[in-house]
């Protein structure tokens, strides 16, 4: 096995055993310093990642086949060693919030990189089990991290209970995908899933195994569990979820559909237009009734699961040219991960000294730290698609990638309205938080906030992120579609 390729989760690996050692010699008062240590090796590997001599710069597989890098790969690993350094930024500043295990919550959010990483690589379904469980399960412990807290226990065994049956489905699909076609290998399968796209267990199978990722993701009907963990999960986690974790689903879900089975994923063509425009009603009409902040983002989070499936079902509908589908569908990726995660991260600053996460926590919020309402302002803005911020050119992009497809099926034309639809309902509940903390009435204290520099200097980045993808998206846009052309 070629080790050379996988160099970059060895370290990161490597990374969380070192955090957790370290916990055994470093007194408590200085081990919140290895969370800002954990995120700094991150953003090294990340700068370096994008070096000729670094092993995401190597394209190839091990001999088997079961671990793949391509262009695909880089660009979502990239994007995961962002993620992982500025939730872990968060974590640091949440910390206090923590009772005891503050190193081990850190290792575990590397751990769980872990897992992401390998996910972009996946071209096995034994490496996407394994991937996925290595995620999933690191999660069950971090929703529950906050042990002292009712309703973050009830998160986990909710998360853990729903997860398995999410897994249980999963391995019953390969089991079934296998034992009809006898192959394990991505590439080998496509080669001859053609001959099977009538077979009723094959297509049990595959419909398993999408039951599966739907979980990873929230798309509907898989997005029961979303709400409750979201709310109920330490912050940092819960921005984890939101980015990380919905993003390996993600890539899981385009090498399955677009490397293992493009024969059959052309023939559902249909169906992922209907999960994609109820996902997104379903996610913005449950959002609007919503005061608890984490719960609000959670079916969010579910509504822009089915904008991303917009881009899933654009390549569907050309399965043999679907890079811009792809390529749309990995910009707003890109700008989900700022957006989401400077508004999670205002929450925890913010939320850390009130026992509820209710919006009207956020009332006179523009007093304290005109910063923090800035932030959280541009951060709904853009997820409700304002210009010039990142979410606008992303749900241009998706829109635009359907709309082409709408010549050849007219459904692609409703499924664009409901999607409009979906950002006008969108608008009202983003902008109610706007409206609290703004006209919301006197604030609770006029305290300022006070926060850390390197919770300042992330904060930063992600308002820099979106506007940079907003009003310069031509880089970003490059890089989107050199890594969609995998999948054509």
């Not at 508004?343 to 000294?353: G, P, Y």
Request: charge should be positive; proline fraction near 3%.
């Amino acid at each position: 096995m070629n080790l050379s390729l996988m160099s970059l989760e060895i370290a990161v690996a490597a990374l969380g055993l070192v955090v957790l050692l370290a916990d055994l010699w470093l007194p408590a008062e200085r081990r919140r310093a290895l969370g800002y240590a954990a995120a700094a090796a991150l953003v090294v590997l990340l700068l370096n990642s994008f070096t000729s001599h670094c092993s995401c710069s190597l394209i190839g597989r091990t001999p088997d086949g079961m671990f793949i890098q391509d262009a695909l790969a880089v660009f979502f690993k990239r994007f995961f060693l962002l993620a992982g350094a500025l939730v872990l930024v968060l974590a640091v500043e949440f910390s206090d919030r923590i009772a005891t295990g503050v190193s081990e919550y850190f290792s575990l959010i590397v751990f769980a990189l872990v897992g992401m990483l390998f996910a972009a690589s996946s071209n096995n379904f034994a490496m996407l089990f394994v991937s996925i469980e290595l995620i999933t399960i690191t999660f069950y412990v971090l929703t529950s991290f906050q042990r002292g807290k009712v309703v973050s226990l009830e998160a986990g065994v909710k998360y853990l209970i729903l997860g398995a049956l999410s897994s249980a489905f999963m391995v019953f699909g390969i089991a079934l995908v296998w034992g009809t076609s006898g192959k394990f290998n991505f590439d080998e399968l496509a080669m001859v899933s053609a001959q099977f796209s009538g077979n009723k267990l094959f297509l049990m199978g595959v419909l398993m195994v999408l039951v599966g990722l739907g979980f990873k993701i929230a798309a509907f009907p898989f997005q029961i569990w979303a709400p409750d963990v979201y709310q109920g999960a330490p912050t940092p986690t819960t921005a984890f979820l939101a980015v990380g974790s919905k993003a390996a689903g993600f890539v899981l879900l385009l090498r399955f559909l677009f490397t293992a089975i493009p024969d059959v994923t052309a023939r559902w063509e249909k169906l992922l237009i209907v999960i994609s425009a109820v996902t997104i009603l379903y996610g913005n009409l449950c959002a609007l009734p919503q005061r608890n902040l984490k719960r609000m983002l959670g079916y969010s989070s579910i509504a822009h699961a089915g904008y991303l499936l917009l881009g899933v079902a654009a390549m569907a509908g050309s399965i043999h040219n679907s890079t811009q589908g792809g390529s749309a569908l990995l910009y707003y990726l890109g700008g989900y991960l700022f957006t989401t995660t400077a508004a999670f991260t205002v929450i925890a600053i913010v939320m850390r000294q009130l026992e509820s996460e209710d919006v009207g926590g956020l009332a006179g919020l523009n007093q304290r730290s005109p910063f923090l309402a800035a932030t959280m302002t541009l951060a709904m803005a853009s997820l409700a698609g304002i210009p010039p911020l990142a979410g606008f050119f992303g749900k241009f992009l998706l829109l635009k990638a359907v709309i082409e497809q709408a010549a050849s099926n007219p459904a692609y034309y409703y499924l664009t309205g409901i999607a409009l639809i979906g950002v006008v309902i969108s608008l009202y509940y983003y902008f109610g938080v706007v409206r609290a903390m703004y006209w919301g009435g006197a604030a609770t204290s006029r305290e300022p906030i006070i926060f850390s520099l390197p919770m300042r200097l992330a904060i930063v980045c992600c308002v820099a992120g979106m506007f940079w993808l907003g009003i310069a998206p031509s880089s970003m846009l490059k890089l989107a579609e050199t890594a969609a052309v995998v999948l054509k």
